[in-house]
């Protein structure tokens, strides 16, 4: 299988497992690229991003930028990435020359399902199943943009803040949960991407339970304390979904203790 998409970012990531999880289901070949986030800041970020040693970061001085978003301090970006990555953000997909950036994970997960023969997982070519879908990824974003924000803030919180992911929350699940009394499966009757997001984002957003002492210390509860019982279509698709093979391959092990 030669190369179609390939992906460079921090390292182990949810939002790069989307697109594996696609690639596997979809037989398309995925090539990811990159480390632990601590050492994105001694990699050249590029199509051909490579890591770096000091003296080399020193040559190239006129890439340095500061982080904007997760990341604090010098970031080192080649102009021709922030040219095909104008958000300058990871994970930063590519098309398999670099000739064409494909930004935000749900946007290069689909450009994965969209290279697929398998044409199921992205509305076997139905452009009203597709934008359904998009629909669902959509929603999604929103969920999970709210929540990125709540994990970089999660040693300030306050009341207003903290509302404001609950309702991000009980609006994202509520809808997967109405979602899933109708269909098997979030979009319809089969296995989607708008799934694949699902079980990505969210899992990530459920790891907030480790962080249950900081959140309580400051007066507030883990905000997917009842997630189990509030959302019980949701909390079964996840796990069913989390415990295939197809999952598992990337994501053993990131639920333990955390979700049964
Ligand atoms: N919604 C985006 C999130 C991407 C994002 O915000 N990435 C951050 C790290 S979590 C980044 O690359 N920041 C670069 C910077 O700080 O300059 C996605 O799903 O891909």
Redesign the pocket.
Known sequence: MSEKIRIFSYLPNP?VWKSLITGRLGRVKVKVLGDKPKNLVDWLWDFDAEKLSNLELDDIKHFERQ?????KGS?YKTDSFLEKHPF????AGFNNDGSIGI????SIMRAVARSSNVTSLYGDNDPYLQSRIDSFLDAN?VF??EF?VYVLELKSLNDQFYNRMKAAYSFYIGGIENALSTGKFISGSYLTIADISFVCDVAQFLRERDRRTIINEQGYEIISKNFEKDFPKSHKHLMNLYNKDDFQKFMKGYLDGILT
């Open positions: 939002r982080g904007k978003r997760g990341f970031l300058g953000t990871v994970p930004f935000e994970s749900n974003l999970s943009r990125q």
